[in-house]
């Protein structure tokens, strides 16, 4: 490997040769090759060469990338269905989508450090609220099919219906009508797809596009009485920009509302990533899925923004879980809030009424050459009565425009942001005149729908409208947060690593981010290049035989996986295979997953070293026997340790017929050194958002792909436009969130076999380093073989709460003041600190990082010995704010100590907008859409 393919490798890998062998030698080690050895079990370590791709420096990389996204033809898409053109504002566009203190940003789970993120998604939540007129929405879900299966199984829950019976009408988006289907299968909720519910029959509820599919604008008050007469609910799938000036559903007894915001600034990146909405009446908002952002108060009443009610409820409640998300579309839902925020109301409303009009404009000049618009009312779709819809077809794609195919004599036409007159005129010359005026359109929307109510009213979305303003208020929230791009975020399981700039760039190239994702394969050979790079890629490096893209997140590849295997027990004729072993240690979405499938979930006991309790799980094993259909472990474990029975673990479950799923969280302590496909795992999911660089962005976008082994490839997600009765979708595109793709293969290009081994290698080798600094002053909870740990580690801080009164929360406020993100506080075992340092970041940084948690660890001392206060000090008062510089100082200490504890602080300072946070207030007095600013002064 030459110098320059190097490039990359050096800049992503934090430390340098020389200091890589000092910490070597440091640990005890003469090679790294000693030290895996001594640390990954025999039976698993793998030292095989791969077929990967020679690295390629940057310049290299992105030109061979460009040349590929040339191969996608990007024609003018009037398809429509859920995905539209649209205009990214360049002031978001620079200031948030390629801004690193927005994309390199965590899930708000400390809101200390977190305020501007929190304060966007707020915005969100009411522009949706707002819109859809119902009481609150959530921040986002991970887009509109299957927010549409969540509102599906939130209605099962809270209907007073005891009916299993759901209705669906079939002028619905088909991507959704699969995803829906796809859901209820497994947990036995009866699907019915028809054009009107069965009036002798009970619904536990019902679900219909507004407008519909083929563009109609229905007055569904009738069918919400119906629903309601028969204690069921309405689900109303609906569009952002047409209810600006479409009647709420809200306003016609609506009790779900779901839908994506798209084509509020966002591209449509062949398929995703877009931020799904969900929003609801509040009697319902204690079951709602996904994240909600409420208003609060700290501890010195000052009002602010936290996550709330069931944050994080799957890791809590696992398999009674309402939903196994735990994660959003954050990124893209803050760039939806940044542009209704430029438009406002008024601008909104102007877009809808030209996208109207031109849609009208277009129906009447068809009607005057003779073609019968089908749907008598639209907002912005029409669907056409053709002699030969084919021939118009191919005439449409040789002037490099695509039309929706229907059938033979029926086709669709979409309008959106970015039409103009002279696409209008294009489109008119497919359309031979037949000298038969019909009569032509006066109103187009139902004048008993039209929207009479006001909307976005909040001064938020009334003050930002020049570049300038809003340039500065995206600003102003983002110098609130704590991002990669101020310092290392050690969160345990979440793999906060470099996102480089040369894997962000081609995102926004016009190749990926304006190709739909019903285009013709014959326009979209640049994604099918890259998505057969990374399915052939992720296969070698996991060993598995194949891989689907589709899962748009780390949990929908859990569940992709899930249902593969049940698909082959069912195949198979073993309908009684429904037990799903799960150790005690499991992501919280682990038996959330398997829940979902169907499956009873049986707990596994963990042995004091954290480790699969064998003798409990031979116990289980022998009890459930023939009926066992999985087991799911995390490997390494979510302890941290590489588990030395693993293979016998993975032998045992096979020896009863069972499959071996292996949660891929872990798995950036696994690259080039052991392969799960190999070793006894017959499907597992990777975070593409964790070990291969796409950014969390605020708790999403993310991929959670899933690799499997060769009986299990039949059963992997189908394409949902094509999907039949015996088969499964994930996500509403056959290859989910494809637009950030790029960002893994950008990494692997660059990165090579060798680079991605000792990443790797240097992340495990860096949670070391820190373990044997932190562990004279922390104690490391579990450890494997030699004493070391895996790429994360756990410190028990449980003993400080009986010596003086210290928990993991105060220490993750402390560390706010040293200018820090908390590891992962108190999972997977409470009262305990999990960190994971990744392979980005230098010793320097680390360094920094131990100093802070033993200057820390010396403030407990004090405590401890009666030096500082046990109830007014500085963990408890932690973080301190930068408010409290200018009042009266109350503390017992003084505000140097406070603020800066250490003398890296004073040049590395971050200032906490809010002090502590008071999670108790916030439930007793939820507030969920945006406060009057007079609130806040």
């Known amino acids: ?133 119902m009481d609150l929405s959530n921040a986002s879900l991970l887009d509109e099919p299957t927010s549409a299966a969540e509102a599906m199984m939130l209605a099962r829950r809270v209907a007073k219906s005891k009916s299993n019976n759901f209705f669906v009408n079939e002028k619905t988006f088909q991507q959704t009508i699969s995803i829906i289907k796809s859901r209820a299968k497994p947990l036995g909720v009866n699907v019915e797809v028809g054009s009107l519910p069965d009036k002798t029959k009970d619904y536990f509820g019902s679900y219909f596009q507004y407008p519909n599919a083929n563009g109609a604008i229905e007055d569904l008050s009738l069918i919400s009485k119906q629903m309601h007469d028969n204690k069921g609910l309405l689900i109303v799938g609906s569009d952002l920009l047409a209810l600006t000036l479409l009647k ?62 069931q944050t994080r409820e799957q890791h809590i409640r696992r398999e009674k879980a309402t939903s196994n998300i735990c994660t959003a579309q954050a990124l893209l839902a803050i760039m939806s809030s940044f542009y209704a925020i430029y438009h406002g109301p008024q601008g909104l409303k102007e877009i809808a009424l030209r996208v109207n009009s031109k849609t009208k404009q277009f129906a009447n000049k068809l009607l005057e050459r003779g073609y019968n618009v089908i749907n008598n009312s639209f907002f912005d779709t029409l669907v056409i009565k053709v002699d030969d819809a084919r021939k118009i077809h191919q005439q449409a794609v040789k002037n490099k425009i695509n039309l929706r195919q229907i059938s033979t004599d029926l086709l669709g036409v979409s309008f959106d942001e970015l039409t103009k007159d002279e696409d209008i005129n294009t489109l008119l010359n497919l359309f031979i005149d037949k000298n038969n005026s019909l009569e032509k359109f006066t109103e187009c929307i139902p004048k008993n729908l039209h929207r009479t109510s006001t909307f976005l009213t909040h001064e938020v979305f009334n003050s930002y409208h020049s570049e300038t303003q809003l340039m500065r208020y995206i600003r102003k929230l983002g110098d609130k947060d704590l991002a990669l791009d101020r310092s290392m975020i050690p969160l345990g399981s979440c793999t906060m690593k470099l996102n480089a700039t040369s894997e962000m760039i081609p995102v926004g190239w016009n190749g990926f981010a304006n190709m739909h994702p019903h285009a013709p394969s014959d326009q979209t050979q640049g994604y099918t290049e890259i998505i057969n790079n990374l399915e052939d890629w992720l296969s070698q490096l996991t060993g598995y035989e194949a891989i689907s893209l589709q899962p748009n997140a780390g949990s929908q590849g859990e569940y992709a996986g899930l249902l593969a295997i049940d698909g082959y027990h069912k195949a198979k004729g073993e309908l009684n295979r429904n037990i799903c072993l799960i150790p005690e240690s499991a992501h919280g979405t682990n038996p959330a997953s398997a829940q979902m499938v169907g499956y009873e979930v049986v707990v596994i006991d963990c042995d004091e070293n954290g480790d699969i309790d064998f003798e409990d799980l031979n116990n289980k094993v022998r009890v459930h026997k023939e009926n066992i259909a999985a087991m799911m472990i995390t490997y390494p474990s979510t302890h941290g340790v590489f588990e030395e029975k693993v293979r016998d673990v993975c032998e045992l479950i096979h020896s009863f017929g069972g499959f071996i799923y292996i949660d891929g969280a872990n798995f950036n302590a696994m690259v080039g050194t052991c392969y799960p496909g190999e070793f006894g795992g017959d499907v597992s999911h990777l975070n593409l958002h964790k070990t291969f660089c796409i950014p969390h962005g605020g708790g999403g976008p993310g991929i959670g792909p899933i690799g499997v082994v060769d009986k299990l490839v039949p059963y992997l997600p189908a394409d949902p436009l094509k999907q039949s009765d015996q088969e499964y979708s994930i996500s509403g595109t056959h290859f989910g969130s494809a637009s950030i793709l790029p960002i893994s293969w950008m990494y692997i290009a660059m990165m090579g076999e060798e680079s991605l081994r000792k990443a790797t290698q240097v992340a495990i080798l860096s949670t070391n380093y820190l373990a044997k600094r932190l562990k004279d002053h922390f104690k490391i909870l579990y450890t494997g073989r030699g004493g070391l740990v895996a790429h994360e580690c756990i410190i028990d801080v449980r003993p400080f709460k009986e010596s003086c009164g210290i928990e993991a929360e105060d220490i993750a406020k402390r560390l706010i003041d040293y200018g820090f993100h908390a590891p992962t506080m108190s999972w997977p075992v409470a ?41 007014n000090n500085l963990l408890k008062n932690a973080p301190h704010c930068v408010d409290d510089l200018v009042k009266e100082w109350q503390y017992p200490y003084s505000k140097n100590v406070a603020y800066y504890p250490n003398k890296q602080t004073k040049n590395h300072k971050f200032w906490p907008p809010i002090g502590r946070v008071d999670n108790v207030y916030g439930d007793r007095n939820l507030v969920c859409s945006c406060p009057s600013l007079k609130e806040f002064k």
């Not at 939540?125 to 819109?131: E, V």
């Not at 929003?279 to 923004?305: H, M, N, Q, V």
């Open 248 to 309: 709420p559903p809200g306003e016609f007894g609506a009790d779900i509302v779901v839908g994506s915001a798209q084509r509020f600034g966002v591209p449509m990146g062949f398929g995703g990533p877009h931020a799904g909405f969900m929003a609801i009446k509040d009697e319902f908002k204690r079951s709602l899925p996904g994240r909600l952002i409420g208003l609060t108060k700290d501890s010195k009443g000052r009002p602010c923004y936290r996550l709330a009610l």
């Open 831 to 871: 009262g305990t600190l999990m960190i994971e340092p990744t392979e980005s970041e230098s010793l320097e940084e680390l360094n920094r990082f131990c100093d802070a948690m033993i200057g820390i660890r010396n403030e407990i001392t004090d405590i401890e010995n009666g030096t500082s206060d046990k109830d």
């Open 1 to 133: 490997m030459g110098l320059e393919s190097k490039e990359f490798a050096k800049r992503h890998i934090g430390l340098k040769d020389a200091e890589i062998k000092h910490i070597l030698h440091d640990l005890g080690y003469e090679s790294m090759e000693d030290f895996l050895s001594s640390l990954i079990p025999d039976s698993i370590y793998d030292k095989k060469k791969l077929n990967l791709p020679k690295p390629l420096d940057e310049p290299s990389a992105l030109k061979a990338l460009k040349q590929i996204s040339k191969k996608n033809k990007v024609f003018k898409s009037f398809i429509g269905q859920g995905f539209y053109n649209c205009n990214v504002p360049a002031v978001i566009k620079r200031n948030v989508f390629e801004n690193p203190g927005w994309y390199t940003s965590y899930t708000p789970y400390q809101p200390e450090i977190a305020q501007g993120r929190l304060e966007a998604l707020m915005n969100y939540q009411t522009l949706i609220s707002d819109l859809t007129g």
